[in-house]
């Protein structure tokens, strides 16, 4: 869902023991721990039938272009029935597969062919909340006495006035307390029927679900476990930190000033990360772990710093989700090697040895071509991220169009708007559609997404230019750029099982690392200018325990670095990626 959080650094020095783990190789070849994990948002990846919709048998047509780009793993947002007021992230129906996206025939042939090209289906799970549409919340709805009532967080409100009071059972109430809804307004929605408010954490249609009840936990797992009976590799857990709420409904903190939607800026003190959210994500864990071939719950862990990260893992017990989500690493905004340097080593040292997973893209954010792109040499620095993400020692996750350099398309008139963060926030807040537009597949109409006449967002307006078709026949595109990188992470033993050391600490300009190898193999070297000036460093591998000073060039996006020999006195361009080997 919405990143509503903020993140700081205040995080402990790793000890010398996990500076140590952190360089050693290491031989656990569990499918995750070396996937590139690809999201597609289902409605803008590929439409099959010209309802400019994007669609399962839609992705299925396009499994071959992602066995080529070198994928592991589809991650696939919501495709479950829904009335789609937040695009699937309302869901009235955890079991099936909406119409507009197929069936659950389409989606077994879907999971069926991507298994003969060694590609996973992981699927979007959200359990934070329904559809008000969904059978569970309707019978909630109905009367205080259903059985279902208590599977979702009402309350009968507080004696007030104003304009959100209502006439309730012994008078005019108002909502419990000040929490205010990520979509606008606040988060307590009244219904007559039971003279009742009920939390919605985000937008009124999603509800949020009781987790203190038993039975919704109980009712979740098995439509979990639905899915991975059918196959599915794990699930990508949505706004998973904010399943529980403070019982004694106290009020979130206010931090001064109002958000888009004109609401006081308030810190989610008692509705976001509560401690009892790692207890249900245990037994989840246990439940997932009955299963065969090594299934993977990944989190969109949204947090302050990277010491809260490590208890999503379950600390040193590492017994909750094998992958949340490091957003502190690729949503900093700030193209700055000291601050990815300390925010890698972060990770790679304070998580109790567990798996890192870095992200620069998603749905729920303007693309990282345009939040780290200066407007000149954007080129050059997308082909910097992509270096850090598959080079680093981490789990990849990457959003579709992220390859190809597709830009955030944000809309220019309110009527144009289809995101509902958008509509309530118009201007201040435009909404999310800009970073789902359509797949730009190649230059003809649609840009070879659909048929249709109207697709259910335009295209970019860049898409004759920047396409799959064009940019694969271009041996300097950004795409064939990711294709040699994720080759070289899976054919590489450094990059495949190596550890990492941080290099030339205090350069602030250029990032600089080595990927330790296991042996019998050579290490790699990874330098990356990320400056708009050239700069000229000079690298002691022995502080990494690695013999040797000279080096072949394995890629490189600059001329002049493709001849690079040794690591004294290199001068990288503006920008300028390196990867190379050090010759024994």
């Not at 597609?40 to 780009?69: A, H, M, V």
């Not at 509705?271 to 071939?293: F, Q, S």
């Not at 972060?346 to 303007?366: I, M, R, W």
């Not at 398309?409 to 999310?432: C, F, Q």
Request: hydrophobic share 35%; charged share 20%; aromatic share 10%.
């Amino acid at each position: 869902m919405l990143f509503c959080g903020s993140i700081s650094a205040q995080t402990p020095t790793a000890d010398a023991g996990a500076v140590k783990a952190a360089a050693t190789p290491s031989s656990d070849e569990t499918w995750w721990k070396h996937a590139v994990i690809y999201e597609i948002y289902p409605r803008s990846f590929q439409d099959s039938n010209g309802d400019g919709i994007g669609d399962l048998n839609g992705i299925t047509q396009r499994l071959d272009y992602l066995q080529k780009l070198g994928i592991d793993a589809i991650w696939i947002s919501p495709m479950y029935p829904s009335p789609q007021v937040d695009f699937g992230y309302d869901i009235s129906n955890y079991e099936n597969v909406d119409p507009q996206y197929g069936t659950l025939a389409d989606f077994d042939h879907l999971v069926a062919e991507a298994k003969k090209r060694n590609i996973r289906i992981v699927l979007d799970m959200v359990l934070n909340h329904t559809s008000d549409k969904h059978p569970w919340f309707i019978e909630s709805a109905s009367s205080r006495g259903n059985p279902k009532h208590d599977w979702y967080v009402w309350n009968d409100g507080v004696p007030g006035t104003g304009k959100n009071a209502h006439e309730g059972l012994h008078g005019s109430v108002v909502p419990p307390n000040n929490w205010i809804s990520g979509f606008g307004g606040s988060a307590w929605e009244w219904v007559p029927q039971v003279k009742q408010f009920y939390y919605h954490n985000f937008y009124k249609q999603q509800p949020d679900l009781n987790w203190r009840n038993p039975q919704v936990e109980k009712a979740m797992f098995a439509s979990m476990q639905f899915w991975l009976d059918r196959g599915v590799a794990g699930y990508r857990l949505d706004a998973i930190p904010s399943l529980f709420e403070d019982p004694q409904l106290r009020n979130n903190p206010e931090t001064g000033g109002t958000n888009a939607q004109g609401d006081p800026n308030v810190e989610s003190l008692y509705t976001d990360n509560l401690p009892e959210v790692h207890g249900t994500i245990r037994r989840m864990r246990a439940m997932v772990a009955k299963y065969p071939g090594n299934r993977v719950l990944i989190g969109e862990t949204y947090l302050p710093n990277t010491a809260e990260l490590d208890k999503w893992y379950g600390g040193a017990a590492h017994n909750e989700l094998q992958l949340p989500m490091d957003m502190i690493v690729g949503f900093s905004d700030k193209l700055s090697a000291s601050n990815f340097r300390d925010r890698i080593e972060e990770v790679e040292t304070q998580v109790h040895g567990s798996q890192p997973l870095l992200v620069f893209d998603n749905h729920d954010n303007a693309r990282s071509w345009d939040r780290y792109g200066d407007g000149v040499h954007n080129v050059q620095i997308a082909k910097l991220l992509a270096t850090m993400l598959f080079t680093s020692r981490s789990t990849a996750l990457m959003y579709y169009g992220e390859e190809l350099g597709m830009v955030t398309s944000t809309p220019t008139r309110v009527e144009d708007v289809k995101d509902p963060i958008g509509i309530t926030g118009w201007p201040k807040e435009k909404g999310r559609d800009g970073e789902r537009t359509p797949m730009q597949w190649n230059g003809s109409t649609d840009a070879g997404f659909s048929t249709a006449s109207t697709t259910w967002l335009p295209v970019a307006s860049n898409y004759r230019t920047i396409n799959v078709e064009a940019e694969g026949s271009d041996p300097n595109s950004l795409l064939n750029w990711h294709k040699e990188l994720i080759r070289l992470r899976r054919d590489l033993p450094a990059l495949h099982d190596g550890g990492v050391v941080m290099l030339d600490r205090a350069n602030e300009n250029v990032l600089s690392y080595v990927r330790t190898a296991p042996a019998g193999a050579t290490a790699v070297v990874v330098m990356l200018n990320m400056s708009a000036q050239p700069q000229t460093v000079s690298l002691d591998l022995s502080e990494a325990g690695v013999k040797g000073n000279r080096v072949k060039t394995i890629l490189t996006d600059e001329p002049s670095l493709k001849g690079a020999s040794s690591l004294t006195n290199v001068t990288l361009p503006p920008f300028s990626s390196w990867v190379g080997s050090v010759e024994r």
